[in-house]
Each structure stands twice: as structure tokens, then as C-alpha cells.
């Protein structure tokens, strides 16, 4: 059985006194170890510190967005190996707020994918539809065509995980009812299993948008769904560890 994943994107937000937060999910969790895994995704000025704070403990490091290059004439962006040296495990690709901020399409996602990859990261390939899509009924359609389009070829096995973030959901304080999320996920595992084969079958599929600590134990014990990826809520150790917590 694959470990879920708890993940928190602090997306342009954190301080260096915010670490204080990370300390704390780190501290309780040296006391009372998880179900899941749990990884924080801090901003890039954060990196270093955070993972000073992080060492030695059991929550990961790492990183929201990379570049699919090792290294090169791209100002104000950062590789897969960069995040790696400075000690993430994992990277956030394909967010929405990327792709919408800054144009990425499938194809960069998956080159970013591959990217984290080369660099011994795990990447979490983001996807998810737009509100008129969804009231267009195009959800699974959707989310189907950009897992197609952003999980490179020949992902291995444990190596990457997949994040259905519902663009309408995120930061909105709404979420899918539960049996969308499912009819989502499980869209989801068959096109993973289509593009990705054994690799696809085991790959966590992690929800994200509007995981809080009062819904955190309905949406983790969907079928199919192998964790969270935490926007808001994940800026404060109260209420990312209860959302970690909630794992059943
Ligand atoms: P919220 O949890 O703030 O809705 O953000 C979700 C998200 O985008 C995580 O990547």
C-alpha cells in the first residue's frame, strides 16, 4: 500500500518567522509520527531556512514550480537540480496558478516533470478544470486531456504523484461534493494507468482546494484519493495538522 501525502503549498506567502509553523508541524510529528507522508512546499526565498528547521525530521522539503532546464540564461527561475541541492525531495509542477499566471501549457509541465525527475525529485503534476468548464460538463474530459498532456514517458514507479486541484476550489472555501471528487479521481487513475502503466496504477492521487481541517477526513477516505495538497491552511501548524491528523 503507497503512503498518502500531505502536502502544503504556501505559494507566495512565509516569512522567516513562519518557520516557526514548520517547526511546530516537525515537532509533533517527531512525537507522534503520521499515517501519511508530509511535505511543505515553501517559497523559494524560504528554501535554505526551511530546510535548516526541517532537518532531521520527518516532513519534506519542497518546491512549488521548477524550471525544465539544469541550469542556464533564465532570470528569476530555478531548477530541479537547485531545489534538490538545496534539499527538496519533491516539486509542485503544472500548478493552475501557474499555467494560468504564466502560460504554461501541458507540454512545459510535463518537460518540468521530466526535469524533476532527471534531478531525483518527485514531482506533483497539477490538474484540474476551470469553472465554465465545469458548468460546461467537460470536467473528466478535461482533466483526462491534461493528464494525457503533462505526465512525461517512462515515469517509474513511486516517482511521481498527481494533484486534482479543481481551479474553482482553490481559495474559494467550496469543494466538489464527494462524489464528484471521486468520479474525478477515478477518471484520473485510468488515464494515469493509460499513460503511465504500473507507474500510473500507484501514483497518489492528492486532492487540492479548499482542504481544511473540518473536510480533511471526508475527502482523505475517498476512493482513489492517496492525500491533499494544502493551500491556506497549510500556513498554519494548527490546522495542517489536523488536516494530517484526519487520516484515518
Ligand atoms: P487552498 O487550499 O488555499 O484552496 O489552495 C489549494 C491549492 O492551490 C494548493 O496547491
Not at 32 to 41: D, F, G, L, M, Q
Not at 145 to 152: D, E, K, L, N, Y
Request: hydrophobic letters at 50%; a negative charge.
Amino acid at each position: 500500500m503507497v503512503r498518502p501525502l500531505i502536502a502544503g503549498n504556501w505559494k507566495m506567502n512565509g516569512l522567516g518567522r513562519d518557520l516557526a509553523e514548520a517547526r511546530a508541524v516537525a515537532a509533533s510529528l517527531a512525537e507522534t509520527p503520521a499515517e501519511s507522508r508530509v511535505a511543505i512546499c515553501p517559497p523559494a526565498t524560504l528554501l535554505a531556512r526551511m530546510a535548516e528547521a526541517l532537518s532531521g525530521s520527518s516532513v519534506l522539503l519542497g518546491g512549488q514550480d521548477c524550471h525544465a532546464e539544469p541550469s542556464g540564461a533564465f532570470t528569476g527561475d530555478i531548477s530541479a537540480e537547485m531545489l534538490a541541492d538545496a534539499g527538496a525531495r519533491l516539486v509542485i509542477v503544472g500548478h493552475s496558478e501557474r499555467r494560468a499566471g504564466h502560460g504554461e501549457t501541458d507540454a512545459m509541465v510535463a518537460a518540468k516533470a521530466a526535469a524533476a525527475v532527471r534531478a531525483g525529485l518527485q514531482p506533483i503534476v497539477c490538474v484540474g478544470e476551470s469553472r465554465a468548464q465545469r458548468d460546461a460538463g467537460q470536467t473528466l474530459e478535461v482533466i483526462r486531456r491534461q493528464v494525457a498532456g503533462s505526465i512525461p514517458p517512462g515515469m517509474a514507479e513511486g516517482g511521481f504523484a498527481l494533484a486534482y486541484e479543481p481551479i474553482w476550489a482553490i481559495g474559494a472555501g467550496a469543494t466538489p461534493t464527494p462524489d464528484e471528487i471521486a468520479a474525478g479521481a477515478a477518471a484520473l487513475r485510468q488515464s494515469l494507468i493509460d499513460c503511465a502503466g504500473a507507474a500510473g496504477r500507484t501514483a497518489p492521487i492528492l486532492y487540492g482546494g479548499s482542504v481544511k481541517p473540518d473536510n480533511a477526513a471526508q475527502i482523505l477516505k475517498l476512493p482513489e484519493i492517496g492525500g491533499a495538497l494544502v493551500g491556506g491552511a497549510s500556513l498554519k501548524a494548527a490546522d495542517f495538522l489536523a488536516i494530517i491528523r484526519a487520516q484515518a
